[in-house]
């Protein structure tokens, strides 16, 4: 089909041909469809004509037929070369089915997760970090080498401050008992007493340039710290099965942000504003803010170690494109950094990208726990882990690892909800509409996949890879279904949209059960072997698709 259409459409390459397609609104219209609207520009013709001229040259072999709908190209497909054509690639590739080298191993870095050393991880730091996992995996299936970078909270005025409060008031002893929670209550106590003694503020300070100037004592509480964080971050990563290539975070780019300050002063671009260092953007965009360097005091801010990362990242993984997984609130901060690049001629500039997501509430509410004023992820991974077991138990008290299982489907659940919502929105999490196995939720594909598993094992029978043609409607949808998986998969990258996937897998499912409510799978006919195929490639996608979300698939449910 899309080769099909770019034997008559030569101006447009296959890859912006697979992001146009899209299914019909009805299966009636037909199968697949080819909308000509954003054509009629370049070619000068209304959509509908474009349509027309499209199915008067096409080659209209291995189609049903091809037929011009107002402004779409609606393809009908053949059902029993299609099916035969479509389980014999899924059966053949398994899981690299929908890969792509459209990417041809070029590098994509992905700044993702990036939380605070000294403080616990919160449901804040989720969308950062499922969504930069989920489209770490998308990008590999579309050709790429991702390289994923947690860069970590770990350097600032805070750690003065906790270095002095631990040093003041606090304990080794309670620290290895706690780290986390220890550390954070030392620093807010910091803050506490500081609104009485505004001196705790210049000994926080103080601490800080030691650490800065490289002072042992202060270095080594720091590094402890940093440690200590690193193991708790690592424990929730690991119940998420998320790893990382990097962990180089702001202290890193401690004694790399000389050379950003040089090469705006070799450009002659840095400005002295009220004893403060700036680079006026105005003739980059008018409505754009100075970018801030150096503060009056001489001190580099967020500004200089993201341009320091971006040139180190540049210059390390010479990158194709570099994503930034950071909340929308962050907009204007990254169109400041790219400006900055921009005035330096930097043209990879351009591959810079911020990519934004909307806010979580927490049951109708912003967030707030029994914790504090934060929803811990922990805690909600515990909680979902319990309610996917007591769910587990009720429906299938014999399972024998239903501890294992009840782990896979709570974090998937958490995982799959954040993800099914379109990235830029904004969304509420309640934890009892998320681990549910009827729904649109994780558990639903999880639970689908785990059907077809155990129909496949009461078969107890090999597919016949030469007979797979299914020639019925009952079956078409899934099928139809199945063919899409390739297109989904390079739409989701060019959108940088998860979501494409999670909907995908969704209606897969629902596809699947459909078909499975209203079929005798099993029944001993000439068809059995195609059905199995069938139930067989719904399985491989679905855990696929599980998998480029970040969710694991249980084997039983």
Not at 96 to 110: E, H, K, S, V, Y
Not at 159 to 188: C, H, N, Q
Not at 226 to 246: A, G, H, V
């Amino acid at each position: 089909m899309i080769a099909a259409l770019a034997d008559v459409l030569p101006d447009l390459n296959t890859a912006t041909i697979a992001e146009k397609l899209e299914a019909p609104k009805s299966s009636q219209l037909g199968d697949v469809a080819f909308p000509t609207f954003t054509l009629a520009k370049a070619l000068r013709k209304a959509p509908q004509q474009i349509a027309a001229d499209i199915v008067a040259t096409i080659n209209q072999e291995g189609f049903e037929k091809i037929v011009a709908t107002g402004p779409y190209v609606n393809f009908f497909l053949d059902k029993v070369s299609t099916s035969q054509d479509i389980l014999s690639d899924v059966l053949s590739k398994k899981n690299t089915f929908g890969d792509n080298n459209d990417g041809q191993t070029a590098n994509i870095t992905i700044d993702m997760s990036s939380p605070n050393i000294a403080k616990p991880m919160s449901m804040g730091h989720l969308r950062s970090t499922v969504i930069g996992n989920a489209l770490a995996n998308i990008t590999q299936k579309n050709g790429y080498q991702p390289v994923k970078i947690n860069h970590l909270g770990d350097w600032g005025t805070q750690f003065g401050k906790l270095i002095y409060a631990y040093k003041t008031w606090g304990s080794e002893e309670e620290v290895k008992s706690d780290p986390i929670a220890t550390l954070l209550r030392y620093y807010v106590e910091f803050h506490e007493k500081a609104k009485a003694d505004e001196s705790l503020n210049d000994e926080g300070r103080a601490w800080f340039k030691k650490l800065e100037d490289g002072d042992a004592e202060a270095h080594e509480l720091w590094q402890w710290f940093r440690n200590e964080s690193l193991k708790e971050f690592t424990e929730i990563y690991d119940r998420l099965d998320i790893q990382f290539d990097s962990f180089n975070g702001e202290a890193f780019y401690n004694d790399k942000m000389t050379q950003v300050v040089d090469l705006l002063n070799e450009k002659q671009l840095l400005v002295e504003s009220q004893g403060a260092q700036i680079v006026d953007l105005s003739t980059v965009d008018e409505n754009l803010t100075p970018a801030m360097i150096k503060r009056s005091d001489g001190a580099t801010l967020y500004m200089t170690r993201d341009l320091a990362a971006a040139l180190y990242r540049k210059n390390t993984y010479n990158f194709a494109k570099s994503l930034y997984v950071v909340g929308g609130e962050q907009r204007e901060h990254f169109r400041q950094m790219k400006a900055v690049l921009s005035l330096l001629g930097f043209e990879w500039a351009d591959d810079v990208e911020h990519i934004a997501f909307g806010l979580i509430t927490f049951n109708g509410k912003k967030m707030s726990t029994r914790k504090g004023d934060v929803v811990l992820l922990k805690d909600v991974l515990d909680d979902a882990h319990e309610l996917a077991l007591k769910q587990i138990q009720e429906k299938n008290p014999t399972l024998a690892n239903k501890d294992e299982v009840a782990e896979k489907v709570g974090a998937g659940a958490v995982v799959f909800h954040d993800l099914m919502n379109d990235r830029t929105n904004n969304f509420d999490f309640s934890l009892e509409e998320v681990v549910r196995f009827e729904g649109d939720t994780g558990p639903y594909v999880q639970y689908t996949r785990a059907r077809a598993l155990s129909i496949l094992r009461k078969a107890q029978q090999e597919v016949d890879m030469a007979s797979l043609s299914l020639d019925d409607q009952a079956t078409w949808d899934v099928v139809t279904s199945l063919g899409q998986f390739p297109t989904v998969v390079r739409q989701a990258w060019q959108r940088r949209e998860p979501s494409i996937i999670a909907k995908y897998a969704l209606h897969l499912s629902r596809a699947f059960n459909k078909y499975y409510a209203n079929s005798r799978i099993l029944n001993e006919d000439d068809q059995l072997n195609a059905r199995l195929a069938l139930v067989n490639s719904v399985a491989i996608v679905l855990e696929e698709s599980l998998r480029l979300l970040g969710v694991k698939a249980p084997e039983e449910m």
